[in-house]
């Protein structure tokens, strides 16, 4: 089976974080709006009548959608054997994935503080004042979490002994604020060596090098959620 994938084609976005498992795991399928554009997966949300997506990322599974980041990585997680058997440590991912996708809306907001459906550029001193108190209290209290929670497990992964879809997101989430931030994340960088170790280590799995070596790989953009202001960043 191969799955009917949609989200913007042309920023990694939240569907990055669906794109890394879909590749890590070996999932087949078809990134929809790359190939027909954005135009038709808008008409394509409005055929879901019976389980209708709010907003891409979504998957089209036999006339339904499974959407939602962090509900479409539990469900091919637990469709496709991707992730761990045990109760505990299926229920601790999903809760570790659903922290990630919490401050991935928080670096959003850093650059649309007032309305999303105003330019950053009617809003540049709100943004200014929020990216203030992003740097300085809000990464350092999510980046401190995930350093405690790989500390309290054995092994290198946020679930012990294999890699999951979190660690795979924790991976693009270090990546994108590295972009949006960098001064501060070089600050930052020796704060919290657990997460520099796995970024470096889900950057070198072999299940990936093909991926992030290709063009389906997106780069950062200043219209994707992760964007780099010069002047909302500082050490």
């Not at 992964?157 to 924790?170: E, F, H, K, P, V």
Request: with cysteine; glycine share 6%; proline share 6%.
């Amino acid at each position: 089976m191969s799955y009917d994938f949609w989200y913007w084609p042309t920023i990694p976005g939240r569907g990055e974080f669906v794109r890394l498992t879909l590749e890590a795991c070996g999932i087949p399928y078809r990134d929809r709006a790359r190939e027909d554009g954005a135009q038709a997966m808008i008409a394509d949300m409005g055929l879901h009548d019976t389980a209708p997506a709010f907003a891409p990322p979504y998957l089209a599974i036999d006339g339904a959608t499974v959407a939602q980041t962090a509900n479409i990585l539990f469900y091919l997680a637990e469709r496709h054997d991707c992730g761990p058997s045990a109760m505990k440590a299926r229920t601790w991912l999903a809760q570790a994935q659903l922290t990630i996708m919490d401050i991935v809306a928080e670096a959003h907001d850093v650059h649309h503080p007032v309305g999303v459906g105003l330019y950053y550029e009617d809003q540049k001193a709100e943004a200014l004042r929020c990216a203030q108190e992003f740097r300085a209290t809000r990464i350092p209290k999510y980046l401190g979490w995930f350093e405690r929670a790989l500390a309290a497990q054995e092994g290198d992964w946020l679930a012990g002994g294999r890699w999951s879809y979190a660690d795979l997101s924790l991976f693009h989430l270090i990546a994108g604020l590295r972009y949006a931030f960098p001064q501060r994340m070089a600050t930052l960088s020796g704060t919290f060596p657990k997460l520099s170790v796995l970024h470096d280590r889900v950057a070198a799995l072999p299940e990936l090098q093909d991926y992030l070596s290709s063009d389906r790989r997106l780069p950062f953009n200043e219209d994707d959620i992760f964007r780099h202001y010069p002047e909302l960043d500082a050490p």
